[in-house]
């Protein structure tokens, strides 16, 4: 079992400019979740999938964020445009029925 | 709404010393409640986890916590510090019934974290 599958594992940009984060949860798993976290912060999340179908997105910041999640096997976060205060490792996790989160080693995020 | 506190953001124990995490939860019905690790440029790694079965619940890495409903608690211990302890600890409580645990599907709501230091 190879784990939660996150990438890039580290992204710089410039500010404006598109970014996407992918996840690919564990097989089998049914939920996936997408967290963002911050020294300022802590952990927040962003949003959830369940079957594949989004179900609370109420931690997304604003429109310039958006997820989808096409099949159980993959999941992206987009960020249009990316700004500094966008800096953050983001974290995905995924889990089913009787068993824990399994969290990926997280996206360092870095907007100049 | 469910919520957690985590009572100070850094803990400094010498090696071999009892290590005590607080948490603090507020729930408007029976909480699932977990214990999460973070190493270094890693993920969170499940520690364990209360899910209304025995009060006093048994991890990984020696870790245990107690659930203690009259105070609202569920702190975090370790009888003897390693070096190796030394992470981020984070207690978390799950908004609606257990995520991936049956019922429906929830979402867990974190602490801010406590920073475990372990001194030689």
């Known amino acids: 079992d190879a784990g939660v599958i996150q990438s890039p594992r580290h992204e710089v940009t410039e500010m404006g400019q598109e970014v996407t984060l992918r996840c690919k949860p564990i097989?089998?798993?049914?939920?996936l979740f997408w967290y963002r976290q911050t020294m300022m912060r802590g952990l927040e999340l962003l949003i959830y999938?369940?079957?594949?179908?989004?179900?609370?997105d109420s931690g997304m910041p604003e429109d310039r964020f958006s997820a989808k999640m096409p099949n159980a096997s993959f999941s992206t976060l987009k960020i249009q445009p990316s700004e500094p205060r966008d800096s953050a490792v983001y974290f995905c996790?995924?889990?089913?029925?009787?068993?824990?989160?399994?969290f990926g080693s997280g996206t360092r995020l870095t907007v100049v | 709404a469910q919520s957690v506190t985590q009572l100070g953001s850094h803990v400094s124990v010498s090696e071999g010393a009892l290590v005590l995490l607080r948490c603090n939860y507020s729930?408007?019905?029976?909480?699932?409640l977990f214990w999460y690790v973070q190493y270094p440029n890693q993920g969170l790694q499940l520690l364990l986890k209360?899910?209304?079965?025995?009060?006093l619940v048994k991890g990984i890495n020696g870790f245990e916590a107690e659930f203690k409903k009259s105070e609202t608690s569920f702190h975090l211990t370790k009888p003897s510090a390693h070096m190796s302890d030394a992470a981020e600890y984070f207690c978390?409580?799950?908004?609606?019934?257990?995520?991936?645990?049956?019922?429906?599907?929830?979402?867990?709501?974190f602490g801010k974290g406590t920073k475990l230091s372990v001194k030689p």
């Open positions: 996790a995924s889990t089913r029925t009787g068993y824990g989160y399994t």
């Open positions: 097989s089998g798993h049914n939920s």
């Open positions: 999938f369940n079957n594949n179908v989004p179900i609370d």
């Open positions: 729930s408007s019905v029976p909480p699932y």
């Open positions: 209360y899910t209304s079965a025995a009060t």
């Open positions: 978390a409580v799950s908004d609606r019934g257990v995520p991936g645990y049956g019922g429906s599907q929830g979402n867990l709501i």
